[in-house]
């Protein structure tokens, strides 16, 4: 082993750790930003009927394009050189995608709080373009490590076209929506594609790798990987189509939300949800990524809320785009990036934290979400202050916690950080 790596992985092994300062540091100004557009009255707050399409469209890209992006992209230059034995990635990719992502999240922000529409717009087409800019730049290393598995006929390349493909074509797709979004249904497409299409598919990928891969539980056979994930991208994009076609009058409203659902229920049970139950808890019961574990299951729980009629425009333009975000997509990314990172201390998976305050902050989120969708009105006249108070106390307790989490184990940990994280062979795909 030790021959194998006399040169540490291209000094690339542990670069994860400024990407996810990054992600932690750029979150404070999310923050910022939505309890902006929630407090005031400008013309796209949300406090307005006017331009909410346009402002989720816009949050969503800052969260699936920016910061929480930056977390995948830190797990990828730390693990991929790595475990594939590859010099295709280099501290020149990386650098240069932090400081263009941090650049395009700030152009963005700095719009919405302009207060000037016109402005606005501007300031977010070019942080979008840079933030894409930069998503696309990691995709030649990955092309490249993706080549040289096949010629070297190394089982490592398949997942490797995730950042390769998937995310520079899906940048590309949404961007373009939002510089056409005033044909009637490009917002739509955008927004749904992003969440469901590339958000939906990381999520997925990342809890796959990690009960098959990371514990090698097996929940889905080896030759079965890439069909599970396949066949959810057809599902996806069938949804995002059926978008543009109901907003054209060309479907009905309970079919758009049918094809919603059915990405989100294959998931769920593709990854053998109950398989994975028995080995978590119980007598028996294995250590295991708790967040992980949760994502998993939101995807029911998404899938049952994109079947819900009658949701309350006037609140959200699709709750259950809003739920997978923050469960599913957030808790998948928020737990590989803690399990990689307490590899790389070394400590022993049975001493792990579960995470169990996330968990419940999120479930207190969704759970004013869920009860949004259902039209629950137990509260009276207060309803939607209690659901509002709900929905934004969950929010900024769970980036919070994360926040303090990750400042405490990246700045002040007394844990002997190690080079080479444990059973990172593991992580071979």
Known sequence: MAGRFKVPFSGLSGSYIPHFA??????????????????TESDYSFRQDNYRLEIAFILTALISFGWLMSMVVGVVFDLFPLTHDSEAYTHTHSNQYLLINIIG???????????????????????LVLLSWGLISIAWPSWKLHLDSIENEK????????????????????????????????????FSFNVVVMMGTIALTLILAHFNRRLSWNLV???????????????ALVHCFSVIMYERGQITENLANVTQSLPFFWA???????????????????PHSALIGSAQWYFLVVAIMSIIPDFDEGKFINISYVTLIFSTVMLSIWGSGLYLHYDHLHKSIHNRSKHHRL????????ASLFMIGFRVTIFGDSTDLVYYVMRNLALFSMMSYMLITLFKDLV?????????P?????YVS
């Open 22 to 39: 990054s992600s932690m540091v750029m979150i404070v100004p999310f923050m910022l930003t939505v309890t902006w557009l929630s407090a």
């Open 422 to 426: 444990m059973h990172h062979e593991r």
């Open 412 to 420: 002040i940990s007394l844990d002997t950080w190690h080079r080479v």
């Open 359 to 366: 968990l419940v902050f999120n479930a207190v989120g969704v």
């Open 221 to 235: 056979k080896f030759n079965d990987f890439r069909p599970v994930v396949a066949i959810y991208l057809v599902l």
């Open 105 to 127: 999240q700030t152009l963005i922000m700095g719009g919405i709080f302009s207060n000037n529409l016109n402005l606005m717009f501007e300031m977010v087409t070019i942080g």
């Open 268 to 286: 769920f049970f593709s990854t053998r949800p109950f398989k994975m139950l028995n080995k978590a808890i119980g007598s028996n019961r294995q």
């Open 155 to 190: 089982n490592c390349g398949n997942v490797a076209l995730v950042p390769a493909l998937l995310i520079p074509a899906s940048v590309l797709i949404v961007l373009g929506c939002w510089i056409f979004r005033q044909k009637t249904g490009m917002l739509e497409f955008g």
